[in-house]
C-alpha cells in the first residue's frame, strides 16, 4: 500500500486529536489486518471515494470515547453514550477524515468521504472484501485509538 496515500490520515488523525480533544498520540508498529478482524466497541466509520476508493474505522474503547466527546464539549463530563456523545464522536471521525481529504488534495489525489456511521457494541467484527486494510494504532495516555484504512487496488 503506498505511503502516500495512508500518511495524510495519520496526520490528519495526530493532528484533529490534539485540535479538538487536546489528546496527545504517537504512532505505534503499523501493520496489515485480515479481511475479517475485530475491533474496539466504539466505531466509527466513512466510506472514501474518488481517486481511489476504500473506507476509513476509527475505533476505540468507551472510555477513551467518553474523555474524547467531554473534551469536545469543553470538559462537560460524560458517562454514556447519549445523543449528544454519539454525534461529538461521529464530528471527530468527519473532521479527521475532511482533513485527510484535504491533505491528498493537496498532493492531486482527490477523494470525497461518505458520512461517518457509528457503531456501539461489544465483540464487533468487520469483514472487508478485496480490500487491504492497514492498521496504524495511536498511543495515547487513555489507550491505543486504532485508524484502519482499507483501499480497493
Do not use: H, W
Request: aromatic share 4%.
Amino acid at each position: 500500500m503506498n505511503a502516500e496515500l495512508i500518511n495524510p490520515f495519520i496526520k490528519a488523525s495526530k493532528d484533529i486529536l490534539v485540535q479538538m480533544t487536546g489528546i496527545s498520540s504517537e504512532m505505534g508498529s503499523v501493520y496489515i489486518k485480515n479481511k475479517n478482524f475485530s475491533i474496539a466497541n466504539v466505531v466509527i466509520m466513512i466510506g472514501i471515494t474518488g481517486d481511489f476508493k476504500g473506507q476509513a474505522v476509527i475505533s476505540m474503547d468507551e472510555r477513551i470515547a467518553f474523555k474524547i466527546a467531554s473534551n469536545m464539549m469543553g470538559g462537560l463530563p460524560v458517562a454514556a453514550l447519549d445523543d449528544i456523545t454519539k454525534s461529538a464522536i461521529s464530528e471527530l471521525g468527519n473532521m479527521i477524515l475532511g482533513n485527510a481529504a484535504t491533505l491528498l488534495y493537496n498532493i492531486n489525489i482527490k477523494i470525497d468521504i461518505t458520512p461517518p456511521t457509528l457503531l456501539l457494541g461489544e465483540k464487533i467484527s468487520i469483514s472487508i472484501a478485496n480490500m487491504k486494510t492497514i492498521c496504524i494504532p495511536l498511543k495515547t495516555e487513555l489507550g491505543i485509538i486504532e485508524l484502519d484504512i482499507s483501499i480497493k487496488e
